[in-house]
C-alpha cells in the first residue's frame, strides 16, 4: 500500500470506497440523510472527513434540507456530494430541477433498492427512468453514470465531478444496494489530482472589479424563460455528442447482443460465456453513461446483430431507450426481476435460449 | 341554470371549474399548499367547501406534508385530491410513490408552469415524462388525463376518481396554467352521481368480524415485494387494455398527423384547419391518456400517414410516447416551445409547410 | 344516561373525558400529533369527530404544523384546541407567542410528563413556569387552568374555550399524565350548551359592508408595537382583576397551609387529613387559575396562616408565585418529587410535622 | 494592532464582534438561521470562518434544525454556537430542554428584538423569563449572561463557553438589537486562549478501552429520571453558590437602587448622573448572570437602600426576582417601555424623583 495521500490500491466495500473516493476527489461539503443500503457512506465521512480540513459533512433534517444544502454550497463553488437511495432521491426532484435550471455542478448517488414505495432494502435497478427521464418538473437532464464495480464506482466519483463541473450540470451515479456492498480490490487515486478553483459565477461575495454572481432558477419573463431552456438544450446536445460512453463486449460477431448496465451486466457477462459454451453467439453492450445514451452506438449494432436482450432489475425501463435507437429494426426483448430480486445467469441463459431458437426458426422458414 | 343540488350549466374558470367538479364528485379530502397558477383551487375549496359538510379542507406546512396527508385520507378510505403545480409536484414523488406501492386511489392535478427550477408562472406541458414515466422511485405509473378544455377537465375529476379507485392507483390530470385561467362554458354534473362507499381495504378500525386492514409500502422479503411488483404491473397491463383514450379528427385521409395533446391540441387543431385551406391534407391524434398511452391506435395510424408531427410546449417529451409507437415505419418530427411560451398556430402551419415540401419532393425522387 | 345530544353521566379516562367534552363545547378544528401521555385525545377524536359534521381533526406533520394550523383556524374564527405534552408544547412556544400578540383565542392542553429532554412518560407538573411564566418570546400571558378531577378537566374545556374567545387570548388547561390515565366518573354538558358565533374580527372574507379583517403579529413600527404591547397588559390586568379562581379548605382555622395544584392538591388534601388526625391543623390552598395567580388570596392567608407549604410535582416552580404573594411575611417552604415521581401523602406529612415541630419550638422560644 | 492570532483593539458592530470573538474562543461548530437582528453573526461567519479550518459554519432549514445539530456536535464534543432572536429562540425550546437534560454545553445568544409574536425588529428585552425561568419543559436551567457592552459582549463569548462546558449546561448570552448594533472599541482575546479538549463522554466513536459513551435525554423509569433531576438540581445549586456575578455602583451610600441589565444598565447610569446631580442618592445594581440571579447580594443591598427601582425594556419580568430577592423588606417598583421602545434616561429620572419624593415624605411623616 502506498502512502496515505498517494495512490492506494484497497479491498474495499462500494460504499466506503465510494465515500473514501469523493474524499480524494477534494469533496467540500457532504450533505445526507441515513437511509439503507448506503448509510455507510455517511459514517465513512463522519470518522475520516475530519482528516481532510476544510471539507464539510453534515447529516441534515431530511433529504429536502440536504438537497438545498447542496444547492447553496454549490451555488458558492463548492464541490459538494448527496448520497441517498430511491425514497430520499425522490425527496430532491425539487432541488434537483432547481439546480439543473441554475446550472450548478454537484454529485448525487443513488445506491438502487427495491421499490416503489418504502419498498424493500434489496438491490434494485428500478430509477432508471427517474435518473434519466428527469424525475423533476420541467426540460432538464442528469448526467447519469451506472458503474458496474467497485473500482468503477470509485473512477465515476471522479468522473462525475468532472463532468457536472465541465457542464455546471449535476451528475448522478446510478449504483445499486449489492455494488453498495460488495468487496472488490480498488486503486483509489491520490488526494489532489482532480484540480478544483472557485468558479468565476460562483456566489463568494461581490469584490469592486466584477458584477454581482447571480445564481437561481427563477424567471418571470416566458421569453427569459426559454432562452435558459435553449442554453440548457445546447448543453445537453453537446453533452449527447461529446460525452457518451459504453462498453461492447464480443458484438462484432454477435447475432443476440445482451444490453444492460450495472449489476445486470455482470451478470449478463456470466450468461455470454454460458450461451457461447452453447454455441450462440452472444455479445454484451454495456450503457456506461445512462445519460447521454450511447443511441448511435446501439443504432450501429442494429445492422450487424439479429435481436437484442435487454436485462434489467426492474420492470423493463431502459429497454424503451434500447427501442428508441433501434427504431423497429430488430426485435428487442426484455427480460429482468422485480423488487430487489436478482436475475440469475441461467434464468438470463434461458431467456437468450427461447431467441436463439426462435431466430433459428425463423431464418428456417 | 339548473338547482344547486342539480347538473349546472355555468361560465367559469378551469381552476375553480376543476374544484367545483371536486365538491360535486364527492371529494372528502383536499389537501394542498398554494402555488401559481393554481392557487385558486385552494382559495374557491375554502370558501364552498363549508356547503358541503364532511368535506376536509387543509393547506399543509408543505407539499410534502399534504401528500402525506393524502396518503393518509386515501388510506382510511376517503375520496382525496391535491393539486399543486411543477416545483410542488416534484415535492410529492416520494409520497406518489408509496401511494403507488401500497395501491392507493386520490386524484393529484397538475396544473404546468415553466420550468424546470423555479421557472416562470406561465404555461407549459414540460412535465410530461414526471407524469408518465413515473418521477419517483422505483417501477409504478400513475393514470394520466390530459383534458383540453374546462369542460372536459370537469369531466377528467370524475373520471380521475372513478379510474383511481377501480384500478387503487393515483391518479393525474396534467392541465396547464392556460387551461387553469381560461373561462368556458361548462356544464357541471349534480352532486351525487359519483357513488362513494367505503372499500372494504380501508383502515377504518378493525370490527370483530374482518381480519385487521393494513396498507403499507414496505415489504423486507424481496420475494414479497416482487409479488407486489407483479401484482402492480398486472394492473398496469389492464389498465393499458382497457382504459386507453384518444381522439383523431380528419386522420383517414391526412397526409401528415399531428399529435399533440392538452391545449397544444387545440393549437393543432387550429395549425390543422390553416394547412387544409392550403391544401395539405392534415390530421389531428389527440391522446387523452397519457398513461395508459395509445399506443396501438397510432401505430395503426402509422399505416395510412405519411408523417407525424407532435406538437408539445416543451422540449420535445411525448415524442419519445409517439416514436416508441410508430416504431421507425415513419418520420415522427417534433416542433414546440419552452419555458411557458406558446407555440401559436403559425408556427405550427409553418413545420407542417416544411414537412408536406419534404415530402412531395421524396415523392417526386 | 341521557340522550346522546344531551347531558350524560358516564365514567370515562380523563384524555377521553377531554376529547368528548371538547366535541360537545362545540370544537370546529382540532391539529395535534401523538404523544404520551395524551395520544388517547387524538385517537378519541379520529373515531367520534365523524359523528359531529363540521369538525376537523387532523394530525399534522408536526408539532409545529399544528399550532399554526390552531392559528390558521383561529384566525378564521374557529372554536379550535390543540393536545400535546412537554416536548410538543416547547415546539408550540412561537406559535403561542404569535397567537398571544394576535390576540387568537384556542384552547391548548398539556398533558405533563416527566421532563426536561425526551424525559419520561410518567405523570409531572414540571411545565407550570413555561405555562405561567411566557415560554416563549415577548410579554405576554397564557390564561392557565389547573384541573384537579376529571370532572375538572371536563369544566376547563368550557371554561377555556370561554375564557379564550372572552379575552381573544389562548387557553391553557395544565393536566398531567395521572389525570389523563385516571377513569372517574363525569358529567359531561350537553351538546350546544357552549354558544359560539363567528367573531367580527374573523378572517371570513371581505363583504361590501365592513372593511378588511387583518390577523397579524407583526408591528415593524416600534410605537404601534408598543401600542399592541399595552392593550395586551391591559387584558392581563383585567384578567387578573376578574378571573382568578382558587379553592380553599379549613384555611380559617389553619396553622399550616398547604399550596398545591392538580393532582399535588389531590396528595395535599389525604395529607392534610392525615395531619389532622395528628392535631396539627392544616389548610390547602388550591390555585385553579394559575394565571391569572390568586395572589391577593394568598396574601389574605398569610394574615392567619403561620408557615405556607408548597407542594409541587417538580423541583419547586409555583413557590415562586407564591413567595411572590407572601412576601416574606411568613416562611414559604417547598416539598416536591421530580422526574414523573409522585409525592406521596406520608412524604407530605411528614415534612408538615417538621414544620409542625419548628413551629411549636419558635412559639416556646 | 497586534497579529492575526493574537490580541486586537477594534472598532466593531456588536454582531460582528460576537461572530469574531466566537472563531478566536476557537468554536468548532456553528448552526443558525438568519432574523434581524443578528443576522450579521451568520454572514460575517460565512464570511470569516474559511480562515478558521475545522470550523463548520451552516444555514439550517430552520431554527429547530439548527438547534438540533447543536445538540448533535455538542454531543460528539465540538465547541458549538447558534444565534438568533426571539422568534427563534422560542423555536429552539424543545432542543435547548433536551440539551440541559443531556446536560450538553453550547452557547446560544439571543439577540432581543420586540415582541411577542413576530413583532418588530427594534431592540427588547421581552424574553427576561424565557431564558431565567426555562422557556421549554421539565426543570431545567440555562446559565444567563447579560453584557452591557460590545466589550462584555466579546467577553461573555469566552465566558459563555467556558460555563458551559465546565457545568455541562447551555449557556446563553441575552442581548438586544442595540448591542448588536452599535459599534465600540473592543479588545479581541488571542486565538487559542481558550483551551479546548473533545470531553470525554462525547459521542466519538468506542474504542476498545472505556465502554460505550451514550448522551440522551430519555429515562423511562421515574426513578431514574429523578435521579437524573437531582443531579442537575445540585449542579445548579452549585452555579448559584460558586457562579454569580454583578456590577454595583455607588450602591454604599443610595438610598434609590436601579436594577437593570444589559442595555437598560446603560440607560439607568446616565439617569443615576443625572438624579445625582440633582441631589438624589442613586446606585445602580446590575445583574451580569441573570441565572444564577446575584439573590444574596441584592437582599444584602435590602438592608442599606430604601427602596429599588427596576428598569427594563418590557413589561416588567427581572423584576419578580429583585422582589423574591427583597422579600418584602422594600418597595420594589418598575418602569419601563415594551415593543422595541428604549426608555430614556430622563423618564427613569422623573421616576426616580417620584420614588425620592415619595420617600421624603413617608420619612417626614
Redesign the interface.
Given at each position: 500500500m502506498t502512502s496515505g495521500t498517494g495512490g492506494d490500491i484497497r479491498l474495499m466495500k462500494g460504499n466506503e470506497a465510494l465515500a473514501e473516493a469523493a474524499l480524494r476527489a477534494g469533496m467540500q461539503a457532504y450533505f445526507g440523510y441515513p437511509i439503507t443500503p448506503q448509510s455507510e457512506v455517511l459514517e465513512y465521512l463522519a470518522?475520516h472527513a475530519?482528516q481532510h480540513?476544510?471539507t464539510?459533512v453534515?447529516?441534515?433534517?431530511?433529504e429536502?434540507?440536504a438537497i438545498?444544502?447542496v444547492f447553496?454550497a454549490a451555488g458558492a463553488g463548492a464541490r459538494a456530494m448527496i448520497t441517498s437511495?430511491?425514497?430520499?432521491?425522490?425527496?430532491m426532484?425539487?432541488g434537483l430541477?432547481?439546480m439543473?435550471?441554475?446550472q450548478l455542478p454537484a454529485l448525487v448517488v443513488n445506491v438502487?433498492r427495491?421499490?416503489?414505495?418504502?419498498?424493500?432494502?434489496?438491490p434494485?435497478q428500478?430509477?432508471y427512468?427517474?435518473a434519466v427521464?428527469?424525475?423533476?418538473?420541467?426540460?432538464?437532464r442528469l448526467i447519469v453514470l451506472a458503474p458496474a464495480s467497485v473500482q468503477e464506482l470509485v473512477d465515476h466519483v471522479f468522473l462525475g465531478f468532472q463532468l457536472a463541473e465541465r457542464y455546471r450540470n449535476p451528475a448522478m451515479i446510478l449504483a445499486d444496494g449489492a455494488l453498495g456492498q460488495m468487496m472488490e480490490k480498488v486503486a483509489l487515486p491520490p488526494i489532489g489530482s482532480l484540480a478544483h478553483s472557485t468558479p468565476p459565477w460562483a456566489t463568494t461575495?461581490k469584490p469592486k472589479d466584477r458584477p454581482r454572481n447571480v445564481v437561481?432558477?427563477?424567471?418571470?419573463?416566458?421569453?427569459?424563460?426559454?432562452?435558459?431552456?435553449?442554453v440548457?438544450?445546447e448543453k445537453y446536445r453537446a453533452l449527447r455528442e461529446t460525452e457518451v460512453r459504453c462498453e461492447q463486449l464480443g458484438m462484432e460477431e454477435a447475432d443476440i447482443a445482451l444490453v444492460a448496465f450495472g449489476l445486470s451486466a455482470r451478470i449478463c457477462q456470466k450468461a455470454m460465456d454460458l450461451a457461447r459454451e452453447k454455441g450462440i453467439r452472444v455479445g454484451l453492450f454495456r450503457p456506461i453513461t445512462l445519460y447521454p445514451f450511447p443511441t448511435a452506438a446501439l443504432a450501429r449494432a442494429a445492422s450487424t446483430v439479429q435481436a437484442f436482450l435487454t436485462v434489467e432489475m426492474?420492470?423493463g425501463?431502459m429497454v424503451?431507450d434500447v427501442?428508441?435507437a433501434v427504431?423497429?429494426?430488430r426485435p428487442v426483448e426484455f427480460t429482468g426481476?422485480?423488487?430487489?430480486?436478482i436475475p440469475s445467469p441461467d434464468e438470463v441463459l434461458a431467456k437468450i435460449e427461447e431467441m436463439a431458437a426462435r431466430l433459428r426458426s425463423r431464418a428456417r422458414s
Open positions: 470518522l475530519p480540513p476544510g464539510v453534515l447529516q441534515a433534517e431530511s429536502i434540507a438545498n444544502m447553496g437511495s430511491g425514497p430520499g432521491i425522490s425527496l426532484q425539487e430541477s432547481y439543473a435550471c441554475a438502487q427495491g421499490g416503489p414505495g418504502l419498498g424493500t432494502i434489496q434494485s428500478g430509477d427512468q427517474q427521464k428527469g424525475g423533476g418538473h420541467g426540460d432538464y461575495g437561481l432558477s427563477v424567471y418571470i419573463q416566458s421569453e427569459r424563460m426559454e432562452r435558459q431552456n435553449l440548457l438544450q426492474n420492470a425501463q424503451e427501442r428508441l427504431e423497429g429494426r426481476r422485480m423488487g430487489g430480486m
